[in-house]
T-cell receptor
């Protein structure tokens, strides 16, 4: 069975600093990987996804993520964080492209200091 | 509609009461999912509707939980005889291509 681990429950960064949110997955074959963001009182919004090809994927709002098969990781990065990035971030893995197969991590809460 | 709409946004109920949560999907989206998000947890899959096919109910935690989708559009999640452990945010999501999910803002349920 597939699983997702987000080791950091809560991360605090200063505005303008760089950000990296960690995500490790467990799945035997090449997974389909996703990052979602949930702002307070909002539903989840897709930031980016990896299905195949280039292992560095670009998403919305200036985010990117890199798929590293050797480390079973799909870490999310942003070079300069904005106050509006404060939210909860969820990594998800699927065994196929179908949303029915999605397994979500437990989330990382990001706080941005002025 | 333009987005997935859920109601009520907040619901406080007493233990033992029944509650109904509603989801209006994006027009044309054939697949609809219900998830439960408990404090500090990831999203837990509850149930999945796809077109006219029989729903996938494998994620429902007990027989107190049920859901229906009328006319392939609006869906209702019903929780009977609510318990305190049912307190959570219930999220609805829809998709048309099976990959990217579009989420509603959720219904926050508090069982006293």
């Amino acid at each position: 069975a597939q699983s997702v681990t987000q080791p950091d429950i809560h991360i605090t960064v200063s505005e303008g600093a760089s950000l990296e949110l960690r995500c490790n997955y467990s799945y035997g074959a090449t997974p389909y990987l996703f990052w979602y963001v949930q702002s307070p009182g909002q539903g989840l919004q897709l930031l980016l996804k990896y299905f195949s090809g280039d292992t560095l994927v670009q998403g919305i709002k200036g985010f990117e993520a890199e798929f590293k098969r050797s480390q079973s990781s799909f870490n999310l990065r942003k070079p300069s964080v904005h106050w509006s990035d404060a939210a909860e971030y969820f990594c998800a893995v699927a065994s196929s492209g179908s949303a029915r197969q999605l397994t979500f991590g437990s989330g990382t809460q990001l706080t941005v200091l002025p | 509609g333009a987005g997935v709409s859920q109601s009520p946004s907040n619901k406080v109920t007493e233990k033992g009461k029944d509650v109904e949560l509603r989801c209006d999907p994006i027009s044309g989206h054939t697949a609809l999912y219900w998830y439960r998000q408990s404090l500090g947890q990831g999203l837990e899959f509850l149930i999945y509707f796809q077109g006219n096919s029989a729903p996938d109910k494998s994620g429902l935690p007990s027989d107190r939980f049920s859901a229906e989708r009328t006319g392939g559009s609006v869906s209702t999640l019903t929780i009977q005889r609510t318990q305190q452990e049912d307190s959570a945010v219930y999220l609805c999501a829809t998709t048309i291509q099976g990959r990217e999910l579009f989420f509603g803002e959720g219904s926050r349920l508090t069982v006293l």
